[in-house]
């Protein structure tokens, strides 16, 4: 079993990784898959940097557990504690028979990770060439706002 102190050592790993997303401009999620009392893999949000919508955090920790420990990957996998993913223990569907996630404790370290995603959240998306965001500050009447109106509607 493991205790709060770890918990929160095993999840401030995992905000070390969300702040090296957050240096690259992508969604500060970072993610820690635990074996054995021990970090096995860890990962961050990579989906600006690789322009790959499916390479979020979690997925690029399973890519790199399914890399190390080749077809023991699934025994590893079904035994990890999940630092950073919302899975709880109860099955897929209701009165399966079929146990599907992993045991997590939410929670822990929560004001630490909403501040991080305020710092993403509150910054602009370098990738988003024209957001909502930009044409705000704009203004409606702004020149490059009419101009960009002109150019949409013809």
Known sequence: MVDVDEH???MREALLEGERALARAEVP???V???KGEI???ASNRVNELFNATMHAEIVAIESIAATYGDRANEVLAECTLSV???HERSALPNSK???GFP???GVLKEEAITLLKKFYTSENPRVEDSKKK???RGPGSEETELRAAVEKA
């Open 33 to 35: 898959f635990v074996y």
């Open 104 to 106: 997590c404790v939410s």
């Open 29 to 31: 999620v970072g993610c």
């Open 98 to 100: 079929v146990h599907r």
């Open 40 to 42: 096995i893999a860890r």
């Open 8 to 10: 929160e050592n095993f």
């Open 135 to 137: 044409r705000k500050k």
């Open 85 to 87: 993913l919302n899975l």
